[in-house]
């Protein structure tokens, strides 16, 4: 075998063949890297200036989510139940401490199983705020009693409220969001959306429900550009958590989580946080537990 450099150059030997290769990757990984390179992530994060609309805003994971998102620049539209002198306060706290975020704010109480007044409710949120970019669908409600002791009014008000709810409201903002080819929709479903509990009937049926109308809707939106996901959430302290779920049980739950603890709020309002965010543009349809592993 031939050992002259100048006979391997002349043959288009190593020498040669390896700067051509080398030019070539390099001029290619610089395209690449030009035509790819992604938007900082600050930027991906960025919602300044969109609208949101987060049923049951006025406490809970839905006050911690319209925090969170206003924080971020989102401006912020939210219902709530009237239940008396406190919800209404808590509504009126909530909006106070908007508007020291400097984003814009809309409260309304309501009952989101009244299909003209979510109606009327998303049409007047559009207006006050100016556009509308992402639902919350957060609103619900709990009637636990074993089935065969449960009334039609206590499945009734839970499958309502929890499932019909959300239909609603997705179903009043589709049109918004199919006309300007975007939108964020996430769902709040529960752990018990994915499991079953004794005393749950309603409860497991209106989540798990929740979750198929997150999927069938990511499917029928997709093609407009709305992404639609769902959040589980496991044990989160709540009021409605503290007041009405005996302690036993708030007990066997921390216990059954792999991290051994309860949720808070904004565990879950940070997740929906990153759903919104165009780092998750390419996320749709999925179910995200956020449950301490209470699910493993």
């Not at 636990?144 to 019909?164: C, F, K, P």
């Not at 499917?219 to 007041?243: C, D, F, H, K």
């Not at 739950?253 to 879950?268: C, I, K």
Request: aromatic share 6%; charged share 20%; glycine share 10%.
């Amino acid at each position: 075998m031939s050992t002259d450099p100048d006979r391997s150059r002349a043959a288009g030997g190593p020498d040669d063949v390896g700067q051509a290769v080398g030019g070539a990757v390099a001029e290619l990984l610089s395209e690449v890297t030009t035509r790819t390179e992604p938007e900082p992530l600050r930027e991906a994060t960025s919602l300044r200036g969109q609208c949101a609309i987060v049923t049951g805003g006025s406490s809970g994971i839905g006050r911690a989510t319209a925090l969170t998102l206003a924080e971020g620049g989102v401006n912020i539209a939210f219902n709530y139940l009237d239940t008396g002198p406190e919800s209404r306060a808590a509504a009126q706290e909530l909006q106070e401490s908007l508007a020291m975020l400097d984003v814009k704010s809309f409260a309304q109480a309501g009952d989101v199983r009244d299909t003209d007044a979510v109606t009327a409710f998303v049409a007047e949120a559009n207006a006050q705020l100016g556009g509308l970019h992402i639902l919350v669908n957060n609103a619900g409600v709990g009637r636990d009693r074993a089935l065969w002791r449960m009334s039609d009014e206590e499945w009734q008000t839970v499958i309502g409220t929890n499932l019909s709810g959300a239909f609603y409201f997705t179903r009043a903002v589709a049109p918004y969001f199919r006309a300007q080819e975007f939108g964020k929709i996430v769902n709040v479903s529960s752990v018990h959306g994915l499991s079953s509990e004794f005393g749950l009937a309603n409860y497991c049926s209106s989540k798990a429900g929740m979750i198929g109308l997150t999927r069938s809707t990511a499917v029928e939106l997709g093609p407009s550009n709305v992404n639609v996901n769902a959040v589980a959430p496991g044990y989160i302290r709540t009021t409605q958590l503290t007041e009405h779920v005996p302690a036993e049980i708030i007990d066997r739950a921390r216990e059954r989580s792999a991290l051994g603890r309860l949720g808070d709020p904004q565990d879950v309002a940070s997740v929906i946080l990153f759903l919104c965010s165009e780092v998750a543009r390419h996320i749709t349809g999925a179910v995200i537990p956020i449950d301490g592993g209470y699910l493993i």
